[in-house]
């Protein structure tokens, strides 16, 4: 008898560790498009720049190389929205700055047995340029502003009643109510940038202060002009960075966060494994410039299994069962996310968070597709995905990668 009750016992712990359900965390990249700052309707994305103040090959042939996503460079000011002035104003040379510091040496009972001093001088320089764009202006800023004023007015019946007869008066219904400024033409000032960047130099440390200033005499020159190369040199890529991010809608890379599972002898491992390993392989085919139409048909079957498995777990009260749950509505989080179904991402979230599975994470993930989707709004866009309208936005290209949750 006892022999069969430790058989029986030696049993139960076997199907109990068969079950267990060890998860881990597995990342796997998507791409799509970044959405700048400011949406300019699709059939006004043109642009023409111009430059001055320097000689530099780099910055004369500026208005060449440009990449600007989603947009078309136009080769006259009168056919652009958007006339873009990049003015050079040169390197001012910083004063040399002398400084020192002291170390103390002391006895085993802290009395200072001596002094020494170390020397250096060092120096900025400021590389200094302006970035000018006249046209049209639709910033997400002032969208949210407005999103703030208009929620504020639901509790305030003054500025309700400014805002409704606002909105009434045909006389405003086309005014901008920003006073802006003017480069003299027909365009008005949309957006100012400071592109000037700043470089240091310093000596090594000396005992004396005449080794430091030697040093300095005879290196400071010459890193001077290497800092003005330099600067001249980063300029072109530091214009078309602020403007792709005033107005570009530029390749994105993300790595996400999803969840395995990591116990093979689990009798889910094997489809769970299957539907991460098909994951990885269908969320390569993702582009900043393609329709996620595609992509989403092939990701149907996952998110069928996910949902399935979720809703199978839904009622047990097994730690290991309510982690495997917990799994499968996290991939679906991500998944929705991913194909920006943000209802879809934020009514999984809110599960999570009403059983208390990874809450705090699923909190995060809520306010990132709430964030999102006030984005895609502003856009009036469906997805994260630019529709190409020239030759260079339908190259096969892929951005710099950004861990998120």
Request: proline fraction near 3%; include cysteine; charged fraction near 30%.
């Amino acid at each position: 008898m006892k022999k069969l009750t430790l058989l029986l016992l030696v049993s139960a712990h076997l199907v109990i560790s068969a079950q267990k359900a060890d998860v881990d965390n597995l990342r796997l990249d998507y791409n799509y498009a970044n959405l700048p700052n400011q949406n300019i309707e699709v059939s006004n994305r043109t642009f023409f720049i111009s430059t001055t103040g320097t000689n530099s090959q780099n910055v004369v042939n500026l208005p060449q190389t440009l990449r600007l996503y989603g947009w078309e460079n136009v080769a006259e000011p009168k056919n652009a929205a958007l006339e873009i002035k990049f003015t050079v104003r040169g390197m001012d040379f910083g004063l040399a700055n002398n400084s020192n510091r002291k170390v103390e040496t002391k006895d085993k009972d802290g009395k200072v047995t001596g002094t020494t001093f170390y020397y250096k001088v060092s120096v900025n320089n400021t590389g200094r340029s302006e970035l000018y764009v006249y046209g049209p202006e639709n910033s997400y800023a002032n969208y949210l502003q407005n999103l703030k004023r208009q929620e504020k007015a639901k509790d305030n019946k003054k500025e309700q009643k400014k805002m409704q007869e606002e909105a009434n008066n045909p006389f405003l219904s086309k005014v901008n109510k920003k006073v802006v400024e003017s480069n003299g033409g027909t365009k008005p000032l949309s957006f100012r940038g400071d592109m000037s960047r700043q470089y240091f130099y310093s000596t090594n440390e000396h005992l004396t202060a005449e080794k430091a200033s030697k040093e300095y005499s005879d290196n400071a020159r010459r890193e001077a002009r290497n800092h003005e190369n330099q600067y001249l040199n980063d300029l072109p890529s530091i214009v078309e960075s602020q403007l792709n991010n005033e107005y570009g809608f530029t390749p994105g890379r993300a790595r996400l966060a999803f969840k395995k599972l990591s116990s093979d002898k689990h009798p889910e491992f094997t489809m769970f494994k299957n539907a991460t390993d098909a994951m990885k392989v269908i969320l390569d085919k993702t582009r900043y410039n393609l329709p996620i139409d595609e992509v989403a048909e092939d990701l149907e079957p996952i998110l069928d299994y996910f949902t399935k498995l979720e809703k199978k777990l839904k009622r047990s009260g097994n730690k290991d069962d309510r982690r495997l749950r917990m799994a499968a509505l996290y991939n679906l989080a991500q998944l929705y996310y991913i194909l920006d179904q943000h209802e879809n991402a934020i009514i999984t979230c809110n599960a999570m968070v009403e059983d208390d599975l990874e809450r705090r994470e699923a909190e995060d993930m809520i306010k990132r597709s709430e964030e999102t989707f006030r984005k895609l709004t502003f856009f009036d866009m469906k997805t994260r995905r630019l529709v190409p309208i020239n030759e260079r936005d339908r190259l096969d290209e892929i951005g710099k990668e950004v861990l998120i949750p």
